[in-house]
């Protein structure tokens, strides 16, 4: 069964950094696009970050110029670039990659 395990989260003060990395168990994400997503407590989940196939990405307004999503295939994993980091980012962040979900990481952006 293919799983993707999302990793990288944790506690950093505003303005800082983390990169958080998706890693799948087969070639899952090299035949999918890959979405970084997030759910705050309270909120629903929003998709915060894209990367095709080819290397398009998109990204969610609020986070444009922060965050990169990048994936290298050949070794699974796709990353996902969080600077800047403000206390409204604060959010479990979950990879996906056609239907399959990972269980989230979580990121705390709080001084």
């Known amino acids: 069964q293919v799983q993707l395990v999302e990793s990288g989260g944790g506690l950093v003060q505003p303005g800082g950094s983390l990169r958080l990395s998706c890693a799948a168990s087969?070639?899952?994400?090299?035949?999918?696009?890959v979405g970084w997503y997030r759910q705050a407590p309270g909120k629903e989940r929003e998709v915060v970050a894209t990367i095709g196939i080819r290397g398009s990405t998109n990204y969610a307004n609020s986070v444009k110029g922060r965050f990169t999503i990048s994936r290298d295939n050949a070794k699974n994993t796709v990353y996902l670039q969080m600077n800047s980091l403000k206390p409204e980012d604060t959010a479990v962040y979950y990879c996906n990659a056609g239907v399959t979900w990972g269980r989230g990481t979580l990121v705390t952006v709080s001084s």
């Open positions: 087969g070639r899952l994400l090299s035949i999918n696009a």
